[in-house]
């Protein structure tokens, strides 16, 4: 926080610094799936330039890392594939005290009374998967937003990912792939004893699996995937997210169906409580619990911004004990 007196030229010098520091660890993070530092702390630094751009919205330029959905593909070699509707990022909150007042807001923003699909926030990252007439034709990650990569032939490797759909249905899903932990564990376990550098954790050991040129090593990774979107709902003929869940476990897609719908926000924190509790046992990774509008014709009403969904927000779990203490905050004075 940046506290009491700040005239615009200090905020602009606060800002740059922190744009250029966000940008570098977004780099490390997004292209090379080595990041330097912890989430944490990247989310400390954002949280920094958010209330910046607030305090000083005269300020808020288009290439802000907080106008745009992180990574660049430009680097890659894989070939580029253009989403026809833009792949968004989330919005985040690090306390059930932010999480309660984005549910007011929103529930202010709606006509009607709201309810909530709870969803664990799967440690991976994002990719698209087109079906033509119930047949897997091409996959992609998220990129920029814009335009992603196409990992078509790394995907084809995936066991859990269905080639072909019960239904012979045209449409889009969206979903994560990651890494489950034992998978990672052997990976680096592996890479280790081969004098390698190890991955720093299951979501960028699985963004770095599933951006090779070579899929032979994509299919070694053992990755996995659940889906969890789709804007083409009328095709599934649901009306619900958590119904839209339903409809693609249906189609032989993998879902993570640990979903809870709640009808008031006062029932977040139990729920939540619970996720958090189950963290250690589960087989992958999840950073959070995401929190969705249930009915999609709502979440239709409320829109996005230019980088996140307004009806929908992750809840981010805290750093590990011994984390916090190696806190790294000088932008935070
Ligand atoms: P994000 O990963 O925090 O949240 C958005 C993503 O959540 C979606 O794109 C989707 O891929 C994923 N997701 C998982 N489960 C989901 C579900 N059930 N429903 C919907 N989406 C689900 O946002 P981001 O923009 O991809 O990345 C920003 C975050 O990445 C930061 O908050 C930070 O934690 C991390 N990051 C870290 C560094 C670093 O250097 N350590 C750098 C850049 C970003």
């Known amino acids: 926080e940046f506290e009491g007196v700040l005239d615009e030229t200090t905020a602009q010098k606060h800002i740059t610094q922190l744009r250029d520091q966000i940008k570098q660890w977004g780099k490390e993070y997004y292209e090379n799936d080595a990041p330097t530092v912890e989430d944490f702390t990247y989310d400390a630094a954002y949280a920094a330039l958010v209330s910046l751009e607030e305090r000083f919205p005269q300020l808020i330029t288009k290439d802000s890392p907080t106008q745009q959905v992180g990574g660049s593909v430009q680097k890659s070699a894989l070939p580029k594939v253009e989403h026809p509707v833009p792949m968004l990022s989330l919005g985040d909150v690090f306390s059930i005290e932010q999480l309660t007042d984005w549910a007011q807001r929103t529930e202010k923003n709606t006509t009607a009374k709201l309810a909530y699909n709870l969803e664990l926030k799967i440690d991976g ?63 680096n376990k592996q890479r280790e004893a081969d004098g390698l550098a190890t991955f720093a954790n299951p979501r960028n050991a699985a963004a770095g699996s599933l951006r090779q040129l070579d899929a032979s090593v994509t299919k070694a990774r053992q990755l996995s995937a659940f889906i969890y979107y789709t804007d083409q709902a009328e095709v599934l003929g649901v009306t619900t997210q958590a119904a839209a869940l339903n409809r693609f476990a249906q189609l032989g897609l993998p879902v993570n169906l640990t979903n809870q719908v709640v009808t008031d926000s006062s029932q977040f924190t139990a729920i939540i409580d619970d996720f958090s ?11 959070g619990v995401v929190i969705k509008v249930n009915d999609l014709n709502q979440q239709a009403e409320l829109g996005n911004t230019v980088k996140v969904p307004r009806w929908a927000i992750a809840y981010k779990f805290p750093p590990e004990e011994e984390v916090t203490q190696v806190l790294n905050v000088e932008w935070t004075v």
Do not use: C, H, W
């Open 125 to 187: 990252l994002a990719i698209a998967l087109d079906y033509q007439d119930g047949k897997l034709v091409q996959a992609s990650t998220r990129g920029n937003g814009i335009i992603g990569e196409d990992v078509t032939a790394n995907i084809l490797t995936i066991a859990a990912i269905p080639k072909q759909l019960t239904e012979p249905l045209t449409l889009e899903v969206r979903g994560e792939v990651y890494m489950p932990k034992a998978a990672f564990a052997n990976l």
């Open 277 to 287: 509790t189950q963290r250690e046992t589960l087989a992958y990774g999840i950073d």
